[in-house]
């Protein structure tokens, strides 16, 4: 499997397209709408032949795709481990097969979390030397877009599998942005060095100590995240999915009072009419459809999920990810630095020990 | 200390005038407002009195408050420790021992968190069977207002504390909603009962076992907490602080985004103009004066912690609540009710065991 292609013809994406609340059309329709946006890429598009076939002829800029049959969907309620012992024939297990085998280059899937990474876990197998995946979610910012990771692969974390989201999140947001160093913190309860738990403060001695490339900026708090204050937010997936879910949580209870405000009297929605612009582009700034995709860092392979109550605009932006990600040297990035890192790690611990055993022989 | 007071004109309310960012003046107008809106309370002021003395006199209402000078200030730099060793003369000292020697029911101060926290702890202890405290946060919601607690007392919290937490909770809401079974929530990535940490699995299940009384309905989302699913959501002090401040920020950018989409063009001004009234009640909603106000739960005695950047609405809002609890049997309620369910959940605990026993024996 090769991650580093950089002819952008050459660029095959599998899509599973079953699962979701909006069904195969809004899979069919979001892939399309990424390609009328100038997106090149070949689709491999699983699922039921009978359903698939004729969407993909009715849509514009489909004409080189193929479509694979899949006898069977893996459900929103399987369980994952159901889905490993018995998904063989599932669209989403074929298209993850079309990753493991260098046939595509990342897959999109908007079906069961739980199920994809298991999938991806089993069929693609971690990147060595990173013990756990993480998820991200991209978070509009003040600045632009801010990377949050782990969103809900794992509800704990140590210190190394902190390091390590830190690591992947900064080349996520490299092959994402083109940013050449993104900023990158730890989410804390308080920004001095001395708050919050013993693991975190762990972590943020390893980044500093055995990772001088990244530009790590130290602890950050809550609102910084909405703040823009960093590029990259490191969290455990316990914390990161409450964080998403509250911000989500407060923005809609803030966009209903909203409406209700815009439309409680008629001098109001007079004002809602003359105000339609600018209203329209504050909806865009909050359109989920615009953020959409999860990628599953951590596996050795391009993995992206699309929210289960996507539209085809937000698989559109789910697709246009996995292909930014999969022309970009990523994986290997990811490899390349969680080794130098963990090694970089080690030495210094060796010195440490070393010196502490020199003082205590000296006394 | 009596609790119980149920006289309105009997209510003894100590206030630290020092401290916080708009300074004694906010103070003293924010105690005015509170009482021009139909506070019956007796003020004992703390402070600089050459500062205090001639607020007082010019504000509105406030004829029957006390002013007890203070030579000292506590700063936000300064360190619980410190405070504790040499804070002897300072407004928040003074105000704590006028709680604690049973002058005042409650005490209201926008000074330094930690220092506050520390006083509390050393002057009014810990109510019997509380282990440690926590800090509440009023959360605004689609259905009215929400407590979470803990918003940043401890980062860490074991099952027994989620337990007392969710007790506090239960009968903090209660007197100051006056609602008579508030439901309550345990904060969750999941809500089924197998998805997160096994602390939080074992707290739920300690409440559902030894507290029949609590209208407990489990796990609750991130998003629940401003859709207001439960009254009362319980976490440990870091996810709580996270999440508080995850939701401000996202409020404060949507804010942001909002007018900018308000006052971008001639037409947008003038439909601004026009849902004015809309606006104006989405603000208030959406004001963090409102809802100001932490209370040191777990501690035997009222610490109302107003936010240090409040105006006087803010610091008005925070000593009515300080009223409200100090007229209610709260404390008490809370003493009986940790000491109920433990007692219950060690004889529960106790059959378990030799129910264990039987059954080894029989096999």
Same mark, same amino acid.
């Given at each position: 499997?090769?991650?580093?292609?950089?002819? *952008?013809?050459?660029? /095959?994406?599998?899509?599973?397209?079953?699962?979701?609340?909006?069904?195969? %059309?809004?899979?069919?329709?979001?892939?399309?709408?990424?390609?009328?946006?100038?997106?090149? +890429?070949?689709?491999?598009?699983?699922?039921?032949?009978?359903?698939?076939?004729?969407?993909? #002829?009715? +849509?514009?800029?489909?004409?080189?795709?193929?479509?694979?049959?899949?006898?069977? @969907?893996?459900?929103?309620?399987?369980? &994952?481990?159901?889905?490993?012992?018995?998904?063989?024939?599932?669209?989403?297990?074929?298209?993850?097969?079309? /990753?493991?085998?260098?046939?595509?280059?990342?897959?999109?899937?908007?079906?069961?979390?739980?199920?994809?990474?298991?999938?991806?876990?089993?069929?693609?197998?971690? @990147?060595?030397?990173?013990?756990?995946?993480?998820?991200?979610?991209?978070? &509009?910012?003040?600045?632009?877009?801010?990377?949050?990771?782990?969103?809900?692969?794992?509800?704990?974390?140590?210190?190394?599998?902190?390091?390590? !989201?830190? @690591?992947?999140?900064?080349?996520?947001?490299? %092959?994402?942005? *083109?940013?050449?160093? &993104?900023?990158?913190?730890?989410?804390?309860?308080?920004?001095?060095?001395?708050?919050?738990?013993? @693991?975190?403060?762990? #972590?943020?001695?390893?980044?500093?100590?055995?990772?001088?490339?990244?530009?790590?900026?130290? !602890?950050?708090?809550?609102?910084?995240?909405?703040?823009?204050?960093?590029?990259?937010? /490191?969290?455990?997936?316990?914390?990161?999915?409450? #964080?998403?879910?509250?911000?989500?949580?407060?923005?809609?209870?803030?966009?209903?009072?909203?409406?209700?405000?815009?439309?409680?009297?008629?001098? +109001?929605?007079?004002?809602?009419?003359?105000?339609?612009?600018?209203?329209?582009?504050? *909806?865009?700034?909050?359109?989920?459809?615009?953020?959409?995709?999860?990628?599953?860092?951590?596996?050795?392979?391009?993995? /992206?999920? %699309?929210?289960?109550?996507?539209?085809?605009?937000? !698989?559109?932006?789910?697709?246009?990810?996995?292909?930014?990600?999969?022309?970009?040297?990523?994986?290997?990035?990811?490899?390349?630095?969680?080794?130098?890192?963990?090694?970089?790690?080690? %030495?210094?611990?060796?010195?440490?020990?070393?010196? #502490?055993?020199?003082?205590?022989?000296?006394?």
């Amino acid at each position: 499997m090769t991650n580093t292609l950089t002819d *952008k013809r050459a660029i /095959v994406l599998a899509i599973d397209a079953m699962g979701g609340d909006a069904g195969p %059309s809004a899979v069919v329709d979001g892939v399309a709408h990424a390609v009328s946006k100038g997106l090149r +890429a070949k689709f491999l598009f699983f699922g039921d032949e009978k359903i698939i076939a004729p969407l993909v #002829a009715e +849509a514009k800029g489909l004409e080189g795709s193929e479509i694979r049959h899949a006898e069977n @969907i893996v459900q929103m309620t399987d369980k &994952p481990s159901h889905v490993i012992r018995r998904g063989r024939d599932t669209s989403m297990w074929l298209a993850m097969t079309a /990753v493991k085998e260098g046939e595509a280059q990342a897959v999109v899937s908007c079906g069961n979390t739980g199920a994809l990474m298991a999938l991806a876990r089993l069929q693609l197998r971690m @990147i060595e030397g990173v013990d756990r995946p993480a998820i991200t979610a991209l978070w &509009p910012t003040q600045r632009g877009k801010t990377v949050v990771l782990d969103v809900g692969a794992n509800v704990e974390a140590d210190e190394k599998q902190l390091v390590q !989201f830190a @690591i992947m999140g900064e080349a996520f947001y490299r %092959s994402l942005a *083109k940013v050449d160093k &993104p900023t990158v913190g730890l989410l804390n309860v308080g920004a001095e060095d001395l708050k919050g738990h013993e @693991i975190i403060r762990t #972590a943020a001695r390893i980044l500093r100590e055995a990772d001088p490339e990244m530009a790590f900026k130290g !602890f950050v708090e809550g609102d910084d995240i909405s703040k823009g204050s960093v590029d990259v937010v /490191v969290t455990d997936g316990f914390t990161g999915n409450i #964080a998403i879910k509250t911000a989500e949580g407060a923005a809609r209870l803030l966009g209903k009072w909203l409406k209700d405000s815009l439309t409680g009297t008629w001098n +109001a929605r007079l004002g809602a009419l003359l105000m339609a612009p600018g209203l329209r582009k504050f *909806k865009e700034r909050i359109d989920p459809s615009a953020n959409n995709g999860g990628v599953f860092l951590g596996v050795n392979g391009i993995v /992206v999920k %699309s929210h289960g109550g996507a539209d085809a605009y937000g !698989f559109a932006s789910a697709v246009k990810m996995a292909a930014r990600l999969a022309r970009r040297p990523f994986l290997d990035e990811v490899a390349e630095t969680v080794d130098a890192v963990m090694a970089r790690r080690r %030495s210094l611990r060796k010195a440490q020990e070393s010196e #502490a055993k020199i003082t205590a022989a000296a006394q």
